[in-house]
Structure formats: C-alpha cells, structure tokens
C-alpha cells in the first residue's frame, strides 16, 4: 500500500469498531461424519474416495493430525504445497488459510477449485500463480486492489506507467460528496497491459470488478476506453483512466502526422 492508501486506511479504522465474523459452511452429497478424526467427506465420488479435512483458526497446529505419517510436510506458516496446491504426497492437496498467502474467504474458494480440477480431472493442471487474485478492506471509503504493487513491479524490474484519477474529478464522487478516494492503475510500460489496480471509493469492491475482469481475460486499458459506462457513476473514474492512457499514445510524432492528415483532408 501506499502512503496515500495508509493514511486514509488508518484514519478510518481508528473511528470504526472491529467487527470480525467467521462463517463456515460445507455442502456434501451424502456427507458422513467421523467425530474422533474430524472429517468431513463424500463417502464416493465414482471410485475415488474424498476425505476433507476443515478447520476454523488462524494458526496452523499440525500435532496430532498425522501429517508426518501421511508425508505431508507443513511449517508454522502453514502447509507446504506446490502452484497445483500438492503436497508434499502426491495424492494429498491442501487450500484455504492453512496454505495460500491470501488468507481471504474469496481466496480460499478459488483454490478449492484449483485443487478440485487438479485431483479429479485430466487435462492442463490450474495454477495459483496465474489467479488474478483481488481484496477489498471495508473501510468508508472502501480500500481495494488487484494485482501487484509498484513496489513487487521494482523489486522484479519491470517497467511500468502509473495512471491515477482522483474522485474529486469524477461527477457523481462530487455530487454524492465523496471525493475522499481515487483510481490507480499500474500498466506495462510500452503497452495497455494492466499489471496492478487501486480504488479507494465508497463502493471500491464492486468497482474492481471490472479491471479484475480485463485482467483474467487478458484486457488491456485499451479496451477498458471503448466501455461505456453510464452517467454519472463513480466507475467513470476507470473510464477516464483508460481514456489517460490513450492520450498517451498520441506521440509527438503520430500527432504532426495527425495534423498534416487533417490538414490535407480539410482542402
């Protein structure tokens, strides 16, 4: 995060109570239940057998679970997996807190998929590291991103230009009297390539949805342009970012071409 983004998170979280509510639901076909191990589990999915193990916490407690005897190797941080979410044993995948660095309810969804794909059916393995993986911290103003982070685009040497639109510019942010936020998008340099996505707005989560979106599907900035959206919301911001960026592309070069087409189709 940056100053700006810390500032603001701080601020509102000293005036805000914590509120925090842990919710668990497991849905099973023909679920059974083994209290002295803990397990949930389908009894048969075709002639495999599934066994689920599910936890509630924060920290991992490895004792007593059988992991050493199951090969299964695990650290205080968690239990080690691959980017296909396997284990050390092969025939053993793990998701959710207990193995993926975003310890989100969101995330924990999507790697159950991953691992569900991977363990039951053929084809091309899923990978962690290919989710566009976005959070939102529910503040007022909400404070959201997707992505990486300038700082992660330094540390691996990549090129990039910045494009941020305050909501004091934006219509509807004034008129509702929200202008306390803004949109920031990092984008390969050279190209329309979103790499990274800031938005601190009243409703930033639902608003990162669409650059999530181009992101997963491969969109650029470009795209993003040719979007209409109506008037007046507060993703206009996004627009405008996007529209940024192809005021960018008209070079000094591609402009005195511009110009002298201009002025010969003007005759």
């Known amino acids: ?46 002639k495999r057998c599934v066994h689920i193990h599910a936890g509630d916490g924060e920290t991992l407690r490895g004792e007593g679970l059988g992991l050493e005897a199951a090969g299964v190797a695990y650290t ?24 993926v660095k975003h310890q989100f309810t969101h995330m924990a969804d999507a790697a159950t ?32 991103h997707v992505g990486q982070y300038a700082h992660e685009l330094d540390a691996a040497g990549v090129v ?30 050279g190209t329309d390539q979103i790499l990274g996505a800031t938005i601190v707005a009243r409703d930033a989560g639902d608003m990162l ?8 599907a491969g969109l650029g900035l470009k795209t993003l342009s040719t979007v209409i959206h109506p008037y007046p ?16 592309r008209l070079t000094p070069t591609v402009k005195r071409l511009f110009t002298a087409w201009l002025a010969w189709a003007r005759r």
């Open 160 to 189: 990039y230009d910045v494009f941020h639109k305050s909501l004091a510019e934006v219509d509807r942010a004034r008129t509702d009297g929200e202008t306390e936020g803004f949109v920031k998008v990092w984008v390969k340099r």
């Open 209 to 216: 949805n669409e650059i999530t979106l181009a992101m997963v």
């Open 113 to 144: 998929r991953i691992v569900l794909q991977n363990a039951l059916f053929p084809g091309p393995r899923k990978k962690l590291s290919n989710l566009a993986v976005p959070w939102t911290t529910y503040t007022d103003p909400e404070i959201a």
């Open 233 to 248: 919301t507060q993703a206009e911001a996004i627009k405008r970012i996007a529209d940024g960026y192809n005021r960018t």
């Open 76 to 99: 205080a941080q968690g239990v080690t997996v691959g980017d296909d979410l396997r284990t050390s044993n092969p025939r053993i995948y793990a998701a959710g807190d207990v193995a």
């Open 1 to 46: 995060m940056n100053q700006q983004v810390n500032g603001l998170a701080s601020a509102q979280l000293s005036l805000q109570p914590r509120q925090v509510a842990r919710l668990a639901q497991i849905s099973l076909d023909e679920p059974y239940r083994n209290p002295a191990a803990g397990q949930l589990g389908l009894s048969a999915v075709g």
